[in-house]
């Protein structure tokens, strides 16, 4: 629970808790339950406090929260208040940069409280997880062979994969472009579905999902993939080529497979909820993308 309540408080500082305005189309917050701390007018009562940790962290507050973790917690929010305060009364904050930031700041933290909510949804039931093996035996009987292109950021990404499928060579937009000089121009495998002993299947179930489901000289969009977690993950994109696809194995057996089934599945799942959640969004309402108007309508 120490850990919980660094973490509410982290968010605190991020998003200026305590801001005399609240996002635009959002109800006032409604201060009730006794008082725990306060800084000038500004007050945190209780019953604030659990719905913040409820509303971010999906929890209750433990009743037998230690008093010690309470106090460091109200030592925090004094600290920030007394600073955000001081703040104010010296305009810091006020320029348009900051108030720029902030709102995108209200809106990315809601948008990912929703986002939230629906991927707990996104359950896996025993039925789901059969139904994937009996569609997908040939991903553990059939050996993969690939070879990749790695690549950092998602423009690069997106440019490379268009070159790729409009007919460019592999192995040479590998050399040019791919930023992991020990896979660039190399063969993997070949390999079945879940095999522990390749690092590449092993970052993330889309990336294997994404394998798996080419066919022979086929290539993959762009498949991104995370290379650390954390607040600030860092991703990097994997554009695939399958090489061949060969017997490796006569038969695979569904009780051997169906452990890392069961952890596979619910974030490929939770990926396509929301993809398919984003699409329809975006035809229920009107999305414009203009970049070029950045450079005065000039295509660059």
């Not at 306060?38 to 940790?53: I, K, M, N, P």
């Not at 997880?129 to 070879?147: A, I, M, P, S």
């Not at 063969?187 to 993330?204: C, H, K, Q």
Request: charged letters at 30%.
């Amino acid at each position: 629970m120490k850990r919980l309540l660094l973490l509410v408080m982290a968010v605190i500082l991020l998003s200026g808790c305590g801001r005399k305005t609240a996002p635009a189309g959002s109800a006032p917050t409604k201060k009730s339950g006794p008082a725990l701390a306060r800084v000038g007018d500004e007050v945190l009562t209780r019953d604030e406090f659990a719905v913040l940790v409820k509303g971010i962290y999906g929890q209750d507050v433990p009743p037998s929260l230690p008093r010690e973790d309470i106090e460091r917690f109200l030592d925090n929010w004094v600290n920030t208040e007394l600073w955000y305060q001081a703040a104010l009364r010296q305009n810091v904050g006020q320029d348009e940069t900051t108030q720029a930031l902030l709102r995108y700041s209200d809106r990315s933290s809601i948008a990912s409280m929703m986002l939230r909510r629906t991927m707990d949804t996104a359950t896996v039931s025993d039925a789901d997880v059969f139904d994937y093996y009996e569609q997908h035996k040939d991903d553990y009987r059939l050996g993969t062979k690939v070879t990749i292109i790695v690549l950092r950021d998602p423009a690069t990404a997106e440019k490379v994969a268009g070159l790729l499928h409009g007919g460019a060579d592999f192995e040479r937009t590998a050399r040019e472009y791919s930023v992991d000089e020990p896979t660039r121009g190399t063969v993997i495998g070949p390999f079945v579905r879940d095999d522990s002993t390749v690092g590449l299947l092993t970052l993330a179930p889309e990336l294997n999902e994404g394998i798996f489901a080419l066919k022979k000289d086929s290539i993959s969009d762009a498949i991104k993939v995370p290379l650390s977690a954390g607040e600030t993950p860092v991703f990097s994109y994997v554009i695939v080529k399958c090489l061949d696809r060969v017997p490796l194995k006569s038969d695979v057996k569904y009780d051997a497979v169906k452990r890392s089934l069961a952890r596979e599945l619910p974030a490929l799942k939770r990926k396509r909820l929301m993809n398919d959640i984003t699409e329809k969004l975006k035809k229920e309402t009107k999305v414009e993308l203009t970049p070029d108007n950045f450079f005065g309508g000039a295509k660059r």
